[in-house]
Structure formats: structure tokens, C-alpha cells
């Protein structure tokens, strides 16, 4: 009759019992989940545009977001650069610009603490419509625009709440630059009427 040979049994508190038992606590708990960086996820709290947003949502958007700042005169981004971020801006001014066909800035809009600022990372091909400038010196939370599109598709909740906050904003957005942009084109067409009576006059007399 031939006897079976059954694998020894580690003792108890053996190096090989406790790599049994690593290994088995490592196979059954779940992965902790991301840290963000210090003070990134105080100051999305803090932001007006993020109001009233659960609190685990906050923290999955502060693992894909940076603190930076600009100095007066700085450019943030220009027409035609990958854009890549979202900005939650935290304090100072930005000025939105865009170009006139003779070659000054216009500026059609200017955003201050609790606004968020540019929104072309959200659709391909991923670049920017407008420029924008540090009017005086500005900080802000830089979402990282890849990672932050990757965060809505695996939290759908998160993602149609930052749009339905985006969309309402944006929305009151077009409308104001609509009126500036109504407004300066009305003041040029009666600078240029003046003109145009001011040269008759002078032919006149």
C-alpha cells in the first residue's frame, strides 16, 4: 500500500508562514486609492465653480491637478497650441483675446478668482480658439486635460456634473462677449461715420 506524501505545513510565525499570509492579504485587499498632491485638494474645496460637489469627487479631481501661477504679462496659451488644460483660476485676473483683421487684441472676456479657463481640451483636435494673458499676476489649479477626460469616462457622475456647471458658465460666457463684441463694433462704425463726414466737410469748404 503505498502512502501519499502531504506538503509540510510552515509553522506558525515561520518566515514562509508570514510570506503565505503577505500574500494573501495582498490578493484581497483592494488598492488604495490615488493621494493628491498637498494643498491642491483644499483649494478645489475652496473654488466657487466646484460648490457643493461630494467630497470623493473632489479628490479623484485633485489627483489630476496642479498649483501654478503667472506673472503680469504672461502668455498662457496662443491660437494653435495643444491645449492640454483646464484652469480653475484661484486669484488674479486673466485676460481672453483674439485677433482683429488689423492686428490689434480684443479682449473678450476677463476672468477673475473662482472661474475656470479655456474649455477647447475637451474636444479634438484638442487646440486652443483663443489666447490668453496674465493681466496681473494669477495662480491657479491646472487640471491635466488627458487625465481629466479619462476621469469622466470612468466616473460618468463626476463628468455630467463638471459639464453641467461647465455648460451654464459658458453659455453666459458667449453671451457677454456677443454684447462686447456688438459694442465695439458699433463705437468703429461711428468713429468711421465721423471720419467719413469730417473728410466731405473738408472737400466742401
Not at 506538503?7 to 510565525?13: D, I, K, N
Not at 478645489?44 to 501661477?69: C, Q
Not at 491657479?140 to 455630467?160: M, T, V, Y
Not at 453659455?171 to 461711428?190: E, F, K, N, P
Request: with cysteine; net charge negative.
Amino acid at each position: 500500500m503505498t502512502s501519499r506524501r502531504h506538503p509540510a505545513r510552515a509553522e506558525p510565525g515561520s518566515a514562509r508562514d508570514q510570506t503565505r499570509r503577505s500574500r494573501k492579504t495582498s490578493m484581497s485587499r483592494p488598492a488604495p486609492p490615488p493621494v493628491p498632491p498637498p494643498n491642491v485638494r483644499e483649494m478645489l474645496g475652496r473654488h466657487e465653480f466646484l460648490a457643493g460637489i461630494e467630497p470623493a469627487h473632489l479628490d479623484l479631481l485633485a489627483t489630476v491637478g496642479d498649483l501654478v501661477e503667472w506673472q503680469a504679462g504672461d502668455l498662457i496659451f496662443k491660437v494653435g497650441d495643444p491645449a492640454d488644460h483646464c484652469y480653475l483660476l484661484t486669484s488674479g485676473h486673466v485676460a481672453i483675446t483674439v485677433h482683429s483683421p488689423g492686428g490689434a487684441d480684443i479682449v473678450v472676456a476677463s476672468l477673475g478668482a473662482g472661474s475656470w479657463l479655456g474649455w477647447s481640451w475637451l474636444y479634438p483636435p484638442f487646440s486652443w480658439h483663443f489666447d490668453a494673458h496674465a493681466i496681473e499676476h494669477s495662480t491657479a489649479i491646472a487640471l491635466r486635460g488627458p487625465e481629466l477626460r479619462q476621469l469622466f469616462s470612468d466616473h460618468p457622475d463626476i463628468g455630467l456634473e463638471f459639464m453641467r456647471r461647465f455648460a451654464h458658465t459658458a453659455v453666459q460666457r458667449l453671451a457677454a462677449a456677443r454684447m462686447q463684441l456688438l459694442d465695439l463694433y458699433s463705437t468703429r462704425t461711428a468713429s468711421v461715420d465721423t471720419e467719413d463726414s469730417e473728410s466731405s466737410d473738408d472737400h466742401q469748404a
